[in-house]
């Protein structure tokens, strides 16, 4: 579980929090997805999530973070990196090997998993993100998608209780999105990881996060179930966060009395809220 | 992008020889050419490079490696063939400039070397895994990790960088930028200024990176918590033995 108590931080040198009195708490198994325009203070949430504020980043650090119970501003990062694992932003900033199996040993070997147990976790880890053929290929022959699973690979090999991504789908098209959504799912699912994932997606969000949450300007001005989340459509428009479509149109509905029941998030229940509402598509 | 020192997965003679086997070997080539005074044994240690290269299907890279190091060197080879004064004069030019026997001997050699000497670096990067360069010296020679790492990364970076380079020339030129130009002194004034980008944008990239390795656990890393063995075959010290050959005929001729 990991709660967010009036968390603030604002980097040295800026004149406004990138987050500013944050509350949040976030259960386990939860697959949050945390939406907002750029320069929301997303990526820093991440930051202070994994210990890297107030660690490496210098600025005011008010508030409290407990990351299962362990103080982030008292504990190392390596420390939280135990439960708690990050994929960030710039994909190829962040491999160390050559190899996809290196990478995947780089963590282990560190963290001392006993020499018996790394072969499991490696083929584990490969299978989980839908990788293991990939397992003796040169990183720099992968595409952004497959680079994409790597880093999560990495990730999942030491068994994080939780796994936060910054954007993993930033760079990636429609399909290669939703196959890593896809793994997110599985990796929730089957193995129980807390996922927390910045996406600008709106779509990918609805179909895969449980909750939502929405930040502006440092601030968390929306969080919930993911439908829940939506019916406030209008501010989270205003905070330059799309919604989609169908939400927009039963919106519209709704506002001509035409449409009374829950908002849809997809095509198939928009077009349920289609039949209801009498007009045949 | 696949730069021309990423690693080509393989399985053959070389990709299987011992990392530490394989820095030794490049090492022992490089200093080869620098120790011998002798045309031959260069191009000798060319071509030898040329048919490991070949036995290690990379061949086209090695040959890529070979004509982007020749333009530099035909810069180098002119600059050079006028410096030397003493011996021969062979060819008198105008403005005072002539090129003696000794010159072209010289600046051969020089640039023989040159090549001779970049080609198994190049080689060597190319058939060995990143990691297992730092993991291997310090399993087998106790480097400290950390140390071996930052060695490893620094490798790495080479072509990150050119890469980052590369981008960043071609957001200029869309911006209407003409590096193609022929005056040698407008092309460095045209680069020059963005020198300032690539370094941040690099900085960037390796903050981004020492992070990742922190966050997975970098500093706890041991001596003894590698994996991988890199044990020692026979067909390392035959590639040691032949390497030592190569170093004999360079000190005797
Ligand atoms: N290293 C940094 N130093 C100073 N300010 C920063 C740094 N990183 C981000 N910021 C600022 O913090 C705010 C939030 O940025 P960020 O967390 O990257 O937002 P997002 O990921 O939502 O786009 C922005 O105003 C940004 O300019
Ligand atoms: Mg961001």
């Given at each position: 579980m990991i709660e967010l108590k009036n968390l603030g931080f604002r980097y040295s040198g800026a004149e406004r929090h990138a987050l500013d009195g944050i509350s949040l708490t976030i259960e386990d198994g939860a697959f949050l997805g945390l939406i907002g325009s750029s320069g929301a203070g997303k990526s820093t949430l991440c930051y202070a999530l994994s210990g890297i504020v107030p660690h490496h980043y210098r600025g005011d650090f008010y508030g409290e973070l407990l990351v299962e119970g362990m103080d982030s501003a008292e504990h190392r990062p390596e420390e939280i990196a135990r439960v708690l694992g990050c994929v960030f932003q710039d994909i190829d900033g962040q491999m160390v090997a050559s190899v996809v199996e290196d990478e995947i040993l780089f963590g282990l070997e560190n963290f001392g998993v006993p020499r018996e147990e790394i072969e499991g976790r490696v083929a584990e880890a490969l299978a989980a993100a839908g990788i293991s053929e990939l397992r003796c290929r040169a990183i720099s022959d992968l595409s952004g998608g497959q680079k994409q699973k790597v880093a999560i690979a990495a990730i999942t090999a030491l068994r994080p209780k939780i796994i936060v991504l910054d954007e993993p789908t930033g760079e990636l098209d429609p399909r290669s999105s939703r196959r890593v959504f896809e793994t997110l799912k599985e990796l929730n699912e089957q193995y129980g990881v807390t996922i927390v994932v910045v996406e600008q997606k709106i779509m990918l969000l609805c179909e895969f996060a449980k909750r939502l949450a929405v930040m502006e300007e440092g601030k968390l001005i929306l969080e919930g179930e993911v439908r829940e989340v939506l019916q406030s459509a209008g501010r989270m428009e205003a905070a330059g966060v799309n919604i989609p479509r169908v939400t927009t149109l039963a919106r519209a509905l709704r506002e001509e009395g035409l449409y009374g029941g829950r908002l849809p998030l997809n095509l198939e229940e928009g077009e349920k809220m289609m039949r209801e509402v009498g007009l045949s598509c | 992008m696949k730069g021309i020192l990423d690693y080509v997965p393989g399985s053959s003679f070389l990709h299987r020889l011992n990392p530490l086997v394989k820095l030794l070997l490049a090492f022992v080539l490089c200093a080869s050419c620098f120790v011998t005074g002798n045309h031959f044994i260069v191009l000798g240690v060319i071509a030898l490079n040329l048919a490991l290269a070949f036995s290690a299907g990379?061949?086209?890279?090695?040959?890529?490696?070979?004509s982007s190091l020749l333009k530099?060197?035909?810069?180098?080879?002119?600059?050079?063939?006028?410096?030397?004064?003493?011996?021969?004069?062979?060819?008198?030019?105008?403005?005072?400039?002539?090129?003696?026997?000794?010159?072209?001997?010289?600046?051969?050699?020089?640039?023989?070397?040159?090549?001779?000497?970049?080609?198994?670096?190049?080689?060597?990067?190319?058939?060995?895994?990143?990691?297992?360069?730092?993991?291997?010296?310090?399993?087998?020679?106790?480097?400290?990790?950390?140390?071996a790492f930052v060695l490893g990364t620094a490798i790495r970076f080479i072509p990150l960088f050119a890469q980052e380079m590369a981008g960043i020339m071609e957001a200029q030129t869309a911006r209407g930028v003409e590096f193609d130009t022929k005056n040698f002194f407008k092309k460095v004034a045209l680069l020059l200024p963005l020198c300032a980008p690539l370094l941040v944008s690099s900085v960037r990239r390796i903050e981004g990176g020492a992070i990742s390795a922190e966050l997975r656990g970098f500093y706890l890393r041991g001596r003894k918590s590698g994996y991988k063995d890199y044990p020692f075959a026979l067909r390392d010290f035959g590639a040691l033995l032949g390497g030592a050959c190569v170093l004999a005929l360079a000190v005797l001729f």
């Open positions: - | 990379i061949f086209g890279r090695a040959l890529k490696m070979l530099l060197s035909a810069l180098l080879f002119l600059v050079q063939i006028f410096f030397v004064r003493e011996g021969q004069i062979l060819l008198q030019l105008p403005l005072g400039l002539y090129i003696t026997d000794l010159g072209l001997s010289f600046s051969l050699l020089f640039v023989l070397r040159l090549l001779a000497a970049a080609l198994p670096l190049g080689l060597m990067l190319s058939v060995t895994q990143t990691s297992d360069i730092p993991n291997v010296l310090v399993r087998k020679l106790g480097l400290p990790y950390q140390y």
